[in-house]
Antibody, heavy 120, light 111 residues
Framework: EVQLVQSGAEVKKPGESLRISCKGYGYSFTNYWITWVRQMPGKGLEWMGS????????HYSPSFQGHVTISGDKSISSAYLQWSSLKASDTAMYYC?????????????WGRGTLVTVSS | QSALTQPASVSGSPGQSITISCTGTTSDVGAYDYVSWYQQHPDKAPKLMIY???NRPSGVSNRFSGSKSGNTASLTISGLQAEDEADYYC???????????FGGGTKLTVL
C-alpha cells in the first residue's frame, strides 16, 4: 500500500532536542519531494519546508529557516524533521506530505501526523 | 497572516451547493494553474480533493469541482452531505522564493 508512516507522538520539555520521521512505503521514494507542514492547535496549515530525497536538497520557509532542520535518508525511504532546542510554541501536529518531483505542485499523499507537545 | 485569503467559514443545508473562494495575487493564483484543495476532518490528515485548479483525483466524488477566474480560485461542493463538514484549504504554486503558499482555511458547516 502506498503510504507515509510518521513516528509516534512525543512529549518533551523546553530546551530538549527532537527528531521525528516520515517513511514512505509502496512507491519510489526519490521520485517525490517530502514536505513538512505544521498545524498548531486550532489553527491552519503552515508550510515549513521540503526535501528532495534524491539528493537531500532542502528548501525552507523563511518562517522556519534556522529553527528546524529537514533531512533524509533515501536508503531507508525516510525524511526527518528535527529541533535542537524545543520551545513551548513548537507544540503542534506535524504532517509530512509528498509532491511529485516532476513539476507537480500538489500534495497527493499525507502522513497521519505526529503530535509534538512541549511542556515543562 | 496567510498568503492566500479564504473566508473563515461557510455553511449550507444538505442538498445545497456552496462555493469557497481562495484569493491570491498575480504571482500565484493568477499566474499559474497550480491551485489545489484539501479537505481536513477533525483530528485527521488533510486529503487532496482538487489539483491543478479543476482536476479530481481518483476516488473523489464528482460533487467536488474547482475553477479559477483571475486571482481567485474556487471550490464548489454540490449536493451537500453531512460528511462534507470539514475544514478546507487551498494551496498554490508561487513565483516567490517560498514556491508554495497556503490559504488560511475555511470551516464548512452543514446545517
Amino acid at each position: 500500500e502506498v503510504q507515509l508512516v510518521q513516528s509516534g507522538a512525543e512529549v518533551k520539555k523546553p530546551g530538549e532536542s527532537l527528531r521525528i520521521s516520515c517513511k514512505g512505503y509502496g512507491y519510489s521514494f526519490t521520485n517525490y519531494w517530502i514536505t513538512w507542514v505544521r498545524q498548531m492547535p486550532g489553527k491552519g496549515l503552515e508550510w515549513m519546508g521540503s526535501i528532495d530525497p534524491s539528493d537531500s536538497y532542502t528548501h525552507y520557509s523563511p518562517s522556519f529557516q534556522g529553527h528546524v532542520t529537514i533531512s533524509g535518508d533515501k536508503s531507508i525511504s525516510s525524511a526527518y524533521l528535527q529541533w535542537s532546542s524545543l520551545k513551548a510554541s513548537d507544540t503542534a501536529m506535524y504532517y509530512c506530505a509528498r509532491r511529485r518531483a516532476a513539476g507537480d505542485w500538489y500534495f497527493d499523499l499525507w502522513g497521519r501526523g505526529t503530535l509534538v507537545t512541549v511542556s515543562s | 497572516q496567510s498568503a492566500l485569503t479564504q473566508p473563515a467559514s461557510v455553511s449550507g443545508s444538505p442538498g445545497q451547493s456552496i462555493t469557497i473562494s481562495c484569493t491570491g495575487t498575480t504571482s500565484d493564483v493568477g499566474a499559474y494553474d497550480y491551485v489545489s484543495w484539501y479537505q481536513q476532518h477533525p483530528d485527521k490528515a488533510p486529503k487532496l480533493m482538487i489539483y491543478d485548479v479543476s482536476n479530481r483525483p481518483s476516488g473523489v466524488s464528482n460533487r467536488f469541482s474547482g475553477s479559477k477566474s483571475g486571482n481567485t480560485a474556487s471550490l464548489t461542493i454540490s449536493g451537500l452531505q453531512a460528511e462534507d463538514e470539514a475544514d478546507y484549504y487551498c494551496i498554490s504554486y508561487t513565483s516567490s522564493s517560498t514556491l508554495v503558499v497556503f490559504g488560511g482555511g475555511t470551516k464548512l458547516t452543514v446545517l
